[in-house]
C-alpha cells in the first residue's frame, strides 16, 4: 500500500499520469456529491464517499483489475492489510464485482486524515469496525500502459 | 469589412425554411387515408430520382447562371445518394477528427459544391394551396432555388426541412435546383464517427398543402389504470372544425370534435403500445373548411406515456430495461443514404436478435424509421444531429458546446427533432447528442427539450447528470457498472455505450449482462454498434472486398475503426450479434438435474410466456436422443414458473440437456417457431471404457544422423532429428499432415486486442517469437515409441521465453499422443493470446465434424450461443468474413474433431483421456496466420490448397478493448507454466468411430 499524506504529494508523486490525476480531481469532487452515490470520471475510475461504519467489514476483500484508494475525510481510518497470498480465501474473485475476499492477520495501518492511502493489487485490506466519518473510495483502472479512452 | 459566408454563420440556421412540425401527410379522403401510403397523399410529387450533378471545388466557383439555367451535358446521379459514393470528390473516414483546419466557424475554402438540377412538371397548380418542398437528409448546407430564385437555406444534415414554394412555382416545367456545400458550420456540431461525405441523401418531394388543413398536431397519452387519457392539441390554416378519430384498426373511429385546438378522449379497457406488444390505434384528423372535409391525416397511435417514478424510468406505469443498439444509418453500397428497404430488415433483424432499443446514434433517422420503431416495437433513445467531438483533439471538447454565440445552432437541432416525432409511441428518451462536452448550450438544449414534451431527456457527457434526467456513461467496464449499481444515483442510469464491436467480438457481453440485469437502477444498455460502415469495393481483378478509412487515399484516417458493427455491412449478422441475441433471451432457463426442476422466468416487462414453446433435447455425445416440449403459459413479467424434468443419462458417455426456446406467434420479423434462445446443462458424465482391440504388430525405429522413422503396421512417422518436427507422417498410405507441428503462442490479432499489441505483444515481440530446438531423444515405453522434443521459444532481442517440452508418444495402433509442457523464463508474465499447437493438413482434408461448441465461433468470453453438440462444416465456410481479416473461428469446449477428405480417411484430435473434462479449442482455416495477419482485407487473401489447424490448450477472450473493456480477469491467459496433452488419431476410411474409441494400447 501507498499512503499519500496529501492531495499534493499525490500530485508530486503521480501527477503525471492520466489516471492519478483523475484520482485527484475524483477527491475534488467527491464530496459535492451525495452520499454514496457512485459516478465516473472517464473510464478510469469509479468514485463515491460513505461514512465508515458502512466501509467496515469481517473479511479483507482484494481486487485484480482496479485498485482502490480510500480517503478518510474527517479523521483517521485504520485497516488492515495484507498480500493476498498471506490470506485465507473465503469467496472466490468475480468479474461481476471485480471482488475476492480473505480471511486472516495482517497488519494494521491508520491512515490520517485526508491522507490518501492506495492499495497494490496484490493487497487485500479491511476497514476495522467502529470507526466513523466520511471515507472517499475510488476505484481505478490498473490499466497504464494504454488508456485512449477519454 | 469581411463579408459573413452564410454557412460560416452558427447563428444562422436557416432562410425561409418552415418552422418544424409533426411529420405526417395530408389526404383527400378518408379512404386514400386509410392507405398511409405517401404517393397518394394530396399532391406528393416524388423529387428521389435522377436529377443532373456537377461538383465544383467551392462556392464561389459555381457560375450563378447554373441556379437558373438547366444544364443538360451534367452527369445524371440517383437521389438520394452521398455524391463521394458515387465517386465524386474525395471520401474520407475519421473517427472524431475534423478532416480540415479547426477555425469554427469557418471551413475551407476550396468547400466541395454540388449543383443538383430537376425539371419539376406540375400539369397544373390549385390557386388556394401551398406546395412545399420538403428534404429530409442534405449534408451539410443547401440552398433552394426554384426557376432561377433563391427560396431557402437550411443546415442540420439529418434534420428535415421544409420550404414553401408556391410563389415560384408556374404550371408546366419548373427549374429545381439544390446547392449543396459538403462544409459548413454546422458541420462543427456533425462530427459524428462515420464517413465524410456530402449530398442530397434522403428523399425530397413536394407536397400540396389546401388553405384548410392542418398544420401540425400533438397527441398525449396519459394512463390511468387500464383506461387511456388522450389529448390532441393541433393547430390548423383556415379550418372551420376538425374531427378526431380513433379506432381498433379495421373497425369503426370513434370520432370527437377537437375544440380551440384541443381535444380529450378517454380509451376504456386499453391496449397500450410497448416494445413486446406494440399495438397500434389508428387515428384520424379531419379538418373541415366551409365546405366541407377538407384535409383527412391519419396517424397510427401508440399509447404509451413514458415517466421517471421513483429513480426509474416507467412506460405506462412499468419498469423496463432497453436492451439496445447504437444504429448509424449505413448501407454497404449507398452509404448514409439508406433505403426504406434497409431501414425494415435492420429493425427485423433486431427483433429476431430479441434487441427491445434502439439509440438513433448521433443524428435525427428519416422520418419513416421511427414510424417502423412504433410498427415492430423497438423502443428509441432518439437523439438529435449533434456531434462537437473534434474539439478534443484541440484541447477543448466543449469549446462550442458551452459557446453562447452557438446557442441558436444547438437549440434548432433538439427543437426540430422533438417537433417532428413526438407523437411516437416508440420514443422513450431524447437525447441531446453525442461527445460534445458539457456547457450552457447543453443547458439550454434541455430547456427547449422540455418545453416541447415530457419525455426523459438524456444526454452523455453531462455525466453526473446535473441536467438531464438520466445518468449515462460510456464503455464504464462490468465491475464499474456494478459499483454503480452498489452506489445508485436517484436518476435512472443507462450504459449508451459498450461493447465495442470492432471485428471479432465482443467478449464479455454476459457478465455485462448479469450487472446490468442485478441492479434496477441501471435500465438501459446500448451496444456499439448496429453495423459494418464498409463500403462495397472491387479490386482492379474483380474480387469483392469493402472499403475503410485510408482506402480512399485520405489522410489522416482512422482506419478500419468504423468496422465496428455486429452487422457485416452486407446486412448480414456476425458471430458478436448471434451472441448478444443468447445473452438477452428474455426468456431464461435454469436447470437443477439433481431434484430434476426446470425453471422458466419471464425476462419480458409487459407480456406473458403464452407464445413461448420449449423444447427439451436429451443428447448424448452430441447426439439427440430424446426430446419433449413445454407451454410455460401465462407467465407474468418477472414470474418464474418450475417444472419437474427427469433426463435420463445414458450409462456410458456424456448426457447433456439441450433446451430451446421458441415463439410460436407469427410475426412481421419471424416465422412461428422461431427460436428465441437456446441453453444447455450438464447431466451426467460417464466416460467410455477402454477396451482392448486386436494386437498389432510391435514398432520398429530406424534413426539416421538427420531423421527418426517408427514404422508400425499401417502407420509410419518420421520426426527431424534437427528440428523435432514430424517430417511425414503416412498412414494407409496417404500422407496425414502437411506440416510439422508447432507450439505457439500467437494468432492473428483481432481488433479487439490492438491496445495488448501496441503496449504489450509488439513492443516485446511476442508475435514473431522463435523456436530453437535444443534436443531431440527417444525411447521405447511399453509398446509406444516416445520422442521428446527440447524446445526454447522466445522473442528476438529479450531475455525471456519458454523452455518447452514436446513428448510425441507413437502407439503400435498408429495414433501418436502429444505431451506438451513449459515453464517461462525471464521477466515476462502479460497476457498472451493463446497456447497451442498448429498444424498444416493436405488440402482435401477441408470436411470438419466436431463435439463441442458450435455451430457457430466461439471464445472463452463470448460462447453462450453456441451450445454442445455434434456439427459438421467444411474449412472454407467455418471462416469468417471479417472486413478486417483477423482470428476467426474458434470453437470451445471441443472433446473432438476430424478434419478429413470426401472419403473419410483425415485426422482426428482429441485428448488421450476424459476430453468431456478437459476440452480444448480449434480452428481450421483456408489461410494460414501469416496470411491473416497481413491482410487488410478480404480481397488479400489468397485460399490455400493446404489446411492451417489451431489446438488450443488455452486462447484468450475476446474482451472488446478496440474501445471498451479490456478482456476480463477469468478470460486472461498468461505467459507461465503450462502443460496439455493432445491425442492424433488418423482417420483411415469414413468409420470415425475407430479414431473415437478409446483403445487399450499395448
Not at chain 2, 1 to 10: R, S, V
Not at chain 2, 123 to 149: F, K, Q, W
Not at chain 2, 501 to 509: I, V
Not at chain 2, 931 to 949: E, F, M, P, Q
Request: glycine share 8%; proline share 6%.
Amino acid at each position: 500500500m501507498h499512503v499519500f499524506q496529501s492531495r499534493e504529494q499525490l500530485d508530486a508523486e503521480l501527477g503525471t499520469v492520466r489516471k492519478w490525476q483523475r484520482t485527484g480531481q475524483a477527491l475534488e469532487a467527491s464530496l459535492m456529491l451525495a452520499k454514496a452515490e457512485a459516478h465516473s470520471i472517464g473510464d478510469s475510475l469509479v468514485y463515491w464517499w460513505q461514512d465508515a461504519a458502512t466501509l467496515a467489514a469481517e473479511d479483507f476483500v482484494g481486487h485484480r483489475r482496479y485498485l482502490t484508494v480510500i480517503s478518510p475525510q474527517d479523521g483517521a481510518l485504520t485497516v488492515q492489510v495484507a498480500p493476498k497470498m498471506m490470506l485465507e480465501p473465503t469467496e472466490p474473485y468475480s468479474d461481476l464485482t471485480d471482488r475476492e475476499r480473505f480471511v486472516g492477520v495482517a497488519d494494521e495501518v491508520t491512515i490520517p486524515a485526508m491522507a490518501i492511502c492506495a492499495f497494490d493489487i496484490d493487497e487485500a485490506y479491511r476497514v476495522v469496525p467502529g470507526q466513523s466519518g466520511a471515507v472517499v473510495t475510488i476505484h481505478v483502472t490498473v490499466e497504464g500502459y494504454s488508456f485512449p479512452n477519454k | 469589412m469581411e463579408t459573413i459566408n452564410d454557412w460560416e454563420n452558427p447563428s444562422l440556421t436557416n432562410k425561409n425554411r418552415l418552422a418544424p412540425r409533426a411529420y405526417f401527410m395530408g389526404y383527400e379522403s378518408a379512404e386514400l387515408a386509410s392507405t398511409r401510403s405517401r404517393e397518394l397523399s394530396r399532391g406528393f410529387v416524388q423529387l428521389s430520382g435522377p436529377w443532373q450533378f456537377r461538383l465544383f471545388p467551392g462556392p464561389r466557383a459555381v457560375p450563378s447562371r447554373v441556379l437558373s439555367e438547366y444544364v443538360a451535358e451534367w452527369d445524371t446521379v440517383e437521389v438520394p445518394h452521398l455524391w463521394q459514393v458515387d465517386g465524386y470528390g474525395s471520401l474520407a473516414y475519421t473517427d472524431e477528427g475534423f478532416p480540415f483546419p479547426v477555425e469554427q466557424p469557418l471551413v475551407p475554402s476550396d468547400d466541395p459544391t454540388g449543383i443538383y438540377q430537376r425539371i419539376v412538371t406540375m400539369p397544373s397548380l390549385c390557386p388556394t394551396s401551398r406546395y412545399v418542398l420538403r428534404l429530409d437528409g442534405v449534408e451539410s448546407y443547401a440552398e433552394i432555388y426554384v426557376n432561377g430564385v433563391f427560396v431557402g437555406m437550411t443546415k442540420g444534415s439529418r434534420l428535415s426541412a421544409e420550404f414553401d414554394v408556391t410563389d415560384f412555382l408556374s404550371e408546366g416545367e419548373n427549374l429545381f435546383v439544390v446547392k449543396v456545400l459538403q462544409y459548413s458550420d454546422g458541420t462543427y456540431i456533425e462530427d459524428q464517427d462515420m464517413w465524410w461525405a456530402s449530398g442530397i441523401f434522403r428523399d425530397l418531394y413536394l407536397m400540396e398543402r389546401p388553405a384548410v388543413r392542418l398544420e401540425d398536431f400533438c397527441v398525449r397519452t396519459h394512463r390511468v389504470d387500464g383506461s387511456a387519457y388522450v389529448t390532441l392539441d393541433v393547430k390548423t390554416n383556415g379550418a372551420a372544425r376538425v374531427e378526431w378519430g380513433v379506432s381498433i384498426p379495421g373497425e369503426k373511429f370513434a370520432r370527437t370534435e377537437v375544440k380551440d385546438g384541443h381535444a380529450e378522449f378517454v380509451i376504456e379497457d386499453a391496449r397500450f403500445w410497448n416494445p413486446e406488444d406494440p399495438f397500434l390505434y389508428d387515428m384520424l384528423i379531419t379538418v373541415f373548411g366551409p365546405e366541407g372535409p377538407s384535409e383527412f391525416v391519419p396517424h397510427r397511435l401508440g399509447l404509451a406515456e413514458v415517466t421517471i417514478e421513483g429513480g426509474h424510468i416507467l412506460l405506462n406505469g412499468t419498469y423496463f430495461k432497453m436492451r439496445g443498439v447504437n444504429r448509424h444509418d449505413h448501407d454497404d453500397h449507398a452509404g448514409r443514404a439508406v433505403g426504406l428497404a434497409r431501414m425494415r430488415r435492420d429493425l427485423e433483424l433486431m427483433k429476431r436478435h430479441n434487441i427491445n432499443a434502439v439509440r438513433t446514434s448521433h443524428y435525427a433517422n428519416d422520418p419513416r424509421f421511427y414510424e417502423l420503431c412504433d410498427e415492430y416495437g423497438i423502443m428509441v433513445l432518439a437523439e438529435t444531429d449533434m456531434e462537437s467531438h473534434g474539439f478534443e483533439n484541440i484541447g477543448n471538447i466543449a469549446m462550442i458546446t458551452d459557446d453562447p454565440s452557438w446557442e441558436a445552432a444547438y437549440v434548432d437541432r433538439i427543437e426540430r427533432l422533438v417537433m417532428q416525432e413526438r407523437n411516437h409511441a416508440s420514443i422513450v428518451i431524447w437525447s441531446l447528442g453525442n461527445e460534445s462536452g458539457y456547457g450552457c448550450n447543453i443547458r439550454a438544449m434541455y430547456s427547449r427539450a422540455k418545453e416541447l414534451d415530457g419525455r426523459p431527456v438524456h444526454y452523455e457527457e453531462d455525466r453526473d447528470a446535473e441536467t438531464v434526467d438520466i445518468i449515462s456513461t460510456m464503455y464504464s467496464r462490468v465491475s464499474q457498472m456494478n459499483d454503480f449499481g452498489e452506489h445508485p444515483s436517484p436518476k435512472p442510469r443507462i450504459n449508451c455505450e459498450y461493447g465495442h464491436s470492432m471485428g471479432n467480438g465482443p467478449g464479455g457481453l454476459s457478465e455485462y449482462q448479469e450487472v446490468f440485469d442485478r441492479w434496477d437502477s441501471i435500465q438501459g444498455q446500448f451496444i456499439w454498434e448496429w453495423c459494418d460502415h464498409g463500403l462495397a469495393a472491387t479490386t482492379d481483378d474483380g474480387r469483392p472486398y469493402h472499403k475503410y478509412g485510408g482506402d480512399s487515399g485520405d489522410y489522416p484516417n482512422n482506419g478500419n475503426f468504423c468496422i465496428d458493427g455486429m452487422l457485416f455491412p452486407w446486412q448480414e449478422p456476425s458471430p458478436g450479434l448471434i451472441e448478444y441475441k443468447q445473452v438477452i433471451c428474455p426468456v431464461k432457463i435454469a436447470y437443477d438435474a439433481l431434484p430434476g426442476e426446470l425453471t422458466v422466468t419471464n425476462g419480458r416487462w409487459f407480456t406473458t410466456l403464452d407464445d413461448v414453446l420449449i423444447t427439451l433435447e436429451t443428447v448424448v455425445d452430441g447426439i439427440p436422443v430424446t426430446t419433449q416440449t413445454l407451454s410455460p403459459g401465462a407467465v407474468k413479467p418477472g414470474a418464474h414458473v418450475v417444472f419437474p424434468v427427469r433426463v435420463e443419462a445414458a450409462h456410458t458417455g456424456e448426457t447433456l440437456l439441450t433446451v430451446r426456446v421458441y415463439t410460436t406467434t407469427a410475426r412481421a420479423w419471424c416465422d412461428p417457431l422461431y427460436q428465441i434462445g437456446v441453453y444447455q446443462f450438464p447431466v451426467a458424465l460417464h466416460p467410455r471404457p477402454s477396451m482392448a482391440a486386436p494386437a498389432t504388430p510391435a514398432l520398429s525405429v530406424t534413426e539416421d544422423k538427420l531423421t527418426l522413422t517408427v514404422s508400425g503396421a499401417s502407420t509410419s512417422v518420421v520426426f527431424s532429428l534437427v528440428s523435432g518436427e514430424i517430417s511425414s507422417w503416412r498412414a494407409a498410405g496417404r500422407e496425414v499432415l502437411a506440416s510439422g507441428i508447432c507450439l505457439g503462442f500467437w494468432h492473428p490479432l483481432i481488433d479487439n486486442h490492438q491496445q495488448e499489441f501496441d503496449a504489450l505483444w509488439q513492443p516485446n515481440f511476442i508475435n514473431v517469437m522463435q523456436t530453437s530446438t535444443r534436443s531431440v531423444t527417444w525411447e521405447r515405453v511399453g509398446a509406444a515409441v516416445a520422442v521428446s522434443v527440447e524446445q526454447r521459444i522466445a522473442p528476438p532481442v529479450y531475455a525471456f521465453g519458454m523452455r518447452c517440452r514436446l513428448v510425441y508418444t507413437v502407439f503400435p495402433s498408429g495414433r501418436i499422443d502429444l505431451g506438451v509442457n513449459g515453464t517461462p523464463y525471464g521477466d515476462y508474465h502479460e497476457i498472451i493470446p493463446r497456447i497451442g499447437v498448429s498444424f498444416e493438413l493436405p488440402g482435401e482434408d477441408r470436411a470438419v465434424e466436431w463435439y463441442g461448441r458450435g455451430p457457430g465461433e466461439s471464445y472463452p468470453d463470448s460462447l453462450a450461443a453456441n451450445v454442445i453438440g455434434r456439427y459438421a462444416s467444411t474449412v472454407d465456410d467455418m471462416f469468417t468474413p471479417y472486413v478486417f481479416p483477423q482470428d476467426c473461428g474458434n470453437h470451445e469446449q471441443v472433446r473432438w474433431v476430424a478434419l478429413r477428405a470426401r472419403h473419410g480417411h483425415g485426422l482426428l484430435v482429441t485428448r488421450p483421456t476424459d476430453a468431456a473434462k478437459n476440452p480444448f479449442s480449434f480452428s481450421a482455416w483456408p489461410y494460414t496466420c501469416e496470411d491473416i495477419d497481413s491482410a487488410r482485407h478480404a480481397s488479400d487473401l489468397v485460399r490455400r490448397d493446404a489446411v492451417t489447424v489451431n489446438i488450443n490448450d488455452k486462447i484468450l477472450g475476446l474482451g472488446s478493448n478496440s474501445w471498451g473493456s479490456e478482456v476480463l480477469d477469468s478470460y486472461r491467459i498468461r505467459f507461465e507454466k503450462f502443460s496439455f496433452a493432445l491425442s492424433l488419431r488418423p482417420l483411415l476410411s469414413a468409420d470415425i468411430e475407430q479414431a473415437l474409441t478409446q483403445i487399450e494400447e499395448g
